[in-house]
């Protein structure tokens, strides 16, 4: 892919700008990123379509939190893969999250731009392969 669209869905402006300043340094690929601060303007953005990965925070100011937050994403995904973003360094939680269907996760801070864009290029990946077998399963 020469260019990837990815919603950003975090309440924190400094976040979103450390994460939009790490993928500019990717040379190949172009991220197109747009930005929601919270929860409800994420699902609306989302509804629009046209993404090709979601970089959701768990702690919302419009939101519950945590699994409440990724399960109303989820539902409106729809084949969409979802990486979740905390600030808690709290490996378990966020691996629990995978168990229900995040395609990644990272701890904000402790996270790289190549680690972050082998993230969402993994991310992809996986989903597209999973479209595939779905297809070839028909």
Not at 34 to 39: A, D, F, G, T, Y
Not at 43 to 50: A, F, I, P, Q
Not at 52 to 59: A, G, N
């Amino acid at each position: 892919m020469d260019q990837i669209k990815i919603l950003l869905i975090e309440d924190n402006p400094g976040d979103a700008r450390i994460i939009k300043k790490m993928l500019a340094e990717e040379k190949i690929i172009k991220f197109d990123i747009i930005w929601e601060n919270c929860l409800a303007k994420g699902l609306k953005r989302l509804s629009e379509g046209g993404f090709d990965v979601i970089l959701l925070d768990l702690m919302l100011p419009d939101s519950i939190g945590g699994f409440y937050t990724f399960s109303k994403t989820q539902a409106e995904a729809q084949h969409i893969p979802i990486i979740v973003m905390t600030g808690f360094d709290d490996e378990s939680f966020a691996e629990s999250t995978i168990q229900i269907g995040a395609q990644g996760y990272f701890i904000k801070g402790k996270v790289d731009s190549n680690q972050l864009i082998r993230t969402i290029n993994n991310a992809i990946e996986t989903e597209l392969a999973e479209k595939a077998g779905l297809k070839n399963t028909k």
